[in-house]
């Protein structure tokens, strides 16, 4: 006898959708097929449902130390959020401390997850400090299941390196086929730009744009793309904002390179015009900030045509009242980030098929499947197919949904998708064979979340 049997559901994978039957045990996809005839323990009917893999999130900060405060959500709040809104496996960032090395910094990150997941999770290394001995640590990092790290070109005096640098870090990731990924902005202009506002007495939120205009974004995308060149390696920039930045990316490709990227659903759904209200402009602070229009239909153009390989969060969020608004006047003291580890789900399903009128198999490649597959999760994640974990989400079609910070899992006083209604709900929430969520209630409360030690991104 099997533990679950999904009957009369309509499978979407990234590349094909079909009608049939799946059976679970152990936490694996068994059997996959019409009219099924296996004893359960428990049996589903999802007709009439969309049945999906669990979304993977790549871009997520719990826990997060940032500019002397921490992120809201911890890896409890955080990954029940996720939970609920039908994301069954994340990729957060642990972030070397320049004291520490790059163990201590996964270390640190792991004794911060332990115990406390509902879901699955594993970790990308931010690199802070390039000095020798923790060049020699990139291949350590394969060893420990870590197969990805960031680099950031802002931030000065915290976490930026410098280009000679950046050469020296993608030279070890390439012998040790590790994928780089780049927060591309350039921060020595971001620091002469937020200095010169300053002094203007320009502090107010609204400025906090100003300060890093889609100029330094695209000119830091050009710089790496060119780094990546000279060492022939892959890589992968993260919160790609501006549509220009996105076109030098694709442009790339055509040339040869493999230069993969995400957004985020914010930089589809808003501008840089929510920075002009004084109340409600500091809740949308973030980097890289919201952009133009032209920059937003852009994206979502793109996004229309099939181009962008992953949709993630940049999930840091803070609390407004207490952290946020302590830096009403002086932008530079705005915790940069916003949530949308619960929401992202539907966001995209209402964006990309029912407003853009894209395939539900694209929405499954750049909210589950691509981002398994860059970042060493697939098969295990990402998709429905016999051997894979039973990580599987149950859409209902039929049932609108309208966001709210009170219902809402995050830990924040405040989301910026308050009152977005989406067409479509999330019904239940299977992770690894067990129903963890149904009819937006928690059914079983066991944090079983696993670390998951990675493979090798499959564009090596």
């Known amino acids: 006898m099997i533990d679950l049997l999904l009957k009369n559901a309509k499978i979407f994978n990234s590349d094909n959708h079909f009608f049939g039957d799946i059976a679970i045990s152990n936490g694996k996809i068994k059997t996959i097929g019409k009219a099924l005839n296996i004893k359960a323990k428990r049996v589903i009917d999802a007709a009439g449902k969309i049945v999906i893999p669990g979304g993977v999130d790549i871009h997520t900060h719990l826990d997060m130390p940032f500019m002397g405060m921490v992120s809201a959500d911890d890896f409890e709040s955080g990954t029940l959020a996720s939970a609920f809104g039908g994301t069954t496996t994340i990729v957060d960032f642990a972030i070397q401390q320049q004291d520490k090395s ?3 910094a996964l270390k640190i990150w792991q004794k911060k997850a332990l115990s406390k997941a509902f879901i699955d999770y594993s970790f990308h290394l931010g690199i802070t400090n390039a000095s020798r001995h923790n060049l020699d640590q990139i291949g350590l990092l394969k060893r420990n299941g870590v197969t990805s ?21 993608l030279l070890e990731c390439k012998r040790s086929k590790i994928l780089p990924m780049f927060h591309a902005e350039n921060g020595h202009i971001i620091e002469e730009r937020t ?3 300053l002094r203007q007495g320009k502090g107010f939120p609204k400025y906090h744009a100003l300060s890093r205009p889609a100029t330094v974004e695209l000119e830091a ?5 060119s780094i990546a060149q000279l060492v022939d390696i892959p890589i992968y920039i993260v919160h790609v904002s501006t549509l220009n930045g996105a076109a030098k990316i694709l442009d790339a490709r055509v040339k040869g390179r493999t230069v993969l990227f995400e957004t985020c659903p914010h930089y589809l759904l808003f501008t840089e015009k929510k920075y002009l209200d004084p109340d409600e402009g500091i809740k949308y602070v973030m980097s890289p900030p919201l952009r133009k229009e032209e920059d937003r239909r852009g994206l979502r153009n793109l996004l229309k045509q099939e181009l962008i390989d992953v949709i993630s969060t940049d999930h840091c969020p803070f609390y407004l009242r207490t952290q946020k608004k302590l830096g009403l006047s002086d932008f530079t003291k705005v915790p940069n980030g916003v949530g949308g580890i619960e929401n992202r789900m539907i966001i995209m399903f209402n964006e990309i098929v029912n407003k853009l009128g894209g395939s539900i198999e694209y929405f499954v490649s750049c909210t589950a499947t691509k981002p398994a597959k860059i970042f060493g999760l697939y098969p295990r994640k990402g998709t429905i197919q016999v051997g894979s974990d039973a990580d599987i989400v149950v ?6 949904f309208t966001i709210s910070c009170k219902r809402n899992h995050e830990k924040t006083d405040y989301t910026i998708y308050e009152n977005y209604q989406s067409k479509i709900s999330v019904a239940m929430v299977i992770i690894r064979g067990k129903v963890k969520i149904e009819d937006n209630c928690l059914m079983l409360a066991e944090k079983e979340g696993d670390f998951i ?4 991104s499959m564009v090596y």
């Open 453 to 456: 030690k990675r493979k090798s």
């Open 195 to 197: 200095e010169e506002l």
């Open 102 to 104: 790059l163990i201590d």
């Open 395 to 400: 859409l209902d079609p039929g049932k609108s």
């Open 149 to 169: 790290v960031k680099i950031f070109l802002a931030y000065k005096n915290a976490m930026m390196l410098e280009d000679d640098e950046i050469y020296k870090v």
């Open 221 to 225: 995308i050009d710089r790496v793309i």
